[in-house]
C-alpha cells in the first residue's frame, strides 16, 4: 500500500507513515513494529540526555524531521542508535 506521501513524492516509507498505518488499524509488519518500538526509545533517550532547553528544543526538531522524512529502515537496528 503506498501512502500519498510515497506515491507524490517518491520519499520512503517513515516512522509516521507507520505510526499512521497504526492508526488506521492497518497491520504492521514485525519489521515495522521493531523500528516503531526502537525509534521511540531512541527518542525517549535521546532528548533525556540534553543538558539544556535549547539542545532539548533542536533535538526534537531534528527528531520530528527524521520521524518525517527518514526511511523506518533506519531504526530497525537497536544498536546502530548511539549519540554523543
Do not use: C, W
Amino acid at each position: 500500500m503506498l501512502t500519498l506521501k510515497q506515491d507524490l513524492h517518491g520519499l520512503p516509507v517513515s516512522i509516521n507513515d507507520i505510526r499512521d498505518k497504526y492508526f488506521e488499524d492497518i497491520p504492521l509488519t514485525d519489521e515495522e513494529k521493531r523500528a516503531l518500538t526502537n525509534y521511540d526509545k531512541y527518542r525517549m533517550d535521546y532528548l533525556n540526555a540534553a543538558p539544556s532547553e535549547e539542545i532539548f528544543e533542536a533535538r526534537y526538531l531534528e527528531l520530528q524531521a527524521k520521524a518525517n522524512l527518514a526511511s523506518y529502515t533506519e531504526f530497525l537496528n537497536a544498536e546502530n542508535l548511539k549519540f554523543d
